[in-house]
């Protein structure tokens, strides 16, 4: 099963790290999905890319960065 990745690029920081990140899609179950912001998705392996739980969990709470999100 593919999974969907977003056409245009919706950016997030890490409150407490500053880190970014990018959308990539979401799982079956409708849960989003990370990339470090200058990966490309559509050229990463579905495993590199980061539950939504399991990111905020390691690097903080995720906010829309920029506008882009």
Same mark, same amino acid.
């Given at each position: 099963? #593919? ?9 997030? %920081?890490?409150? !407490?790290?500053?880190? &970014? @990140?990018?959308? $990539?899609?979401?799982? #079956? ?9 200058? %990966?490309?998705? !559509?050229?990463?392996? &579905? @495993?590199?890319? $980061? ?19």
């Amino acid at each position: 099963m #593919a999974i969907p990745i977003p056409s245009d690029p919706q950016l997030f %920081v890490a409150a !407490e790290h500053g880190s &970014r @990140w990018k959308l $990539a899609g979401t799982d #079956a179950a409708g849960g989003r999905l990370f990339v470090p912001e200058l %990966v490309d998705p !559509e050229k990463t392996p &579905r @495993w590199v890319w $980061a539950r939504e739980a399991e990111l905020v969990e390691v690097v903080g709470e995720l906010v829309p960065f920029g506008g882009a999100a």
